[in-house]
């Protein structure tokens, strides 16, 4: 069963969700082992994490789980969808669980791993973006809302990861684009089931190819956001020498 299934289960379709388009369990392409491995790669990315900053068995477990299933039950818990269907399907704790394993006794190995899934990494985030913006629109949202919903189903477990680590979250400081990717890919999927009148599974499909892309380029050429004292420096210095 796919998650868009389980929330149609849970929630009754609005008819006035998306005017002249049939909306359906189907509507949303997300076949079900791709979430799984999504949720594996986050929950690798947080274990690894962990290890790196010396946490002890529970903490890796822990921060595995927060990262490989933060974003998902989030979205569950914004859509009012009932119990996250991360909690009634048993395979992605275990799947989450797993990757923290590897992370504890493998942590250097995966780590080098890492540096070499960047486009699955990438994959995952594209996804993540367009189920929970494709599944705020299933459940009648509105755009902006639905824009919200995305970035926080991609970067969620992001936040939930980063936070349980005692530190500011890393999308919200300045490096390279990881929330302005999410951003992106959100308004996108957006636009083009609204402005451009795309079915939901056209635009889910455009919009992983996009932030695949975006994600993939922003690291291998290290396109960063700045301080905002720093941007306002920069601006200042502009307009000093244009007079």
């Not at 949720?39 to 990315?45: H, P, Q, V």
């Amino acid at each position: 069963m796919s998650i868009l299934q389980a929330a149609v289960e849970q929630l009754p379709l609005l008819a006035a969700a998306l005017p002249g388009q049939a909306l359906s369990p189907e509507t949303l392409v997300a076949p079900t082992w791709t979430l799984y491995v999504a949720t594996g790669i986050n929950a690798l990315s947080g274990a690894a994490f962990a290890a790196r900053r010396g946490f002890d068995f529970v903490g890796v477990i822990g921060l595995a789980l927060a990262q490989g299933l933060g974003g998902l039950m989030l979205m569950s818990i914004l859509l009012r969808l009932g119990i996250p269907f991360v909690l009634t399907d048993a395979v992605y704790i275990m799947v989450a669980l797993a990757a923290g394993l590897a992370g504890f006794f493998f942590a250097a190995q995966i780590s080098q791993a890492l540096r070499f899934a960047l486009v699955i990494d990438a994959l995952a985030m594209g996804l993540f973006v367009s189920i929970g913006a494709g599944s705020s629109l299933l459940v009648a949202l509105n755009p902006i809302s639905a824009v919200f919903v995305g970035v926080i189903t991609a970067i969620g477990g992001l936040i939930l990861r980063d936070v349980l680590a005692g530190s500011a979250p890393m999308v919200l400081r300045p490096g390279v684009l990881v929330g302005v990717v999410a951003l992106a890919g959100s308004l996108l999927f957006i636009a083009l089931v609204e402005v451009a009148g795309t079915t939901i599974a056209q635009a889910q499909g455009v919009t992983v190819l996009f932030v695949t892309v975006l994600r993939t380029l922003a690291v291998l050429l290290n396109w960063r956001t700045g301080e905002a004292t720093k941007l306002a420096d920069r601006l200042g210095s502009y307009r000093e020498g244009r007079r």
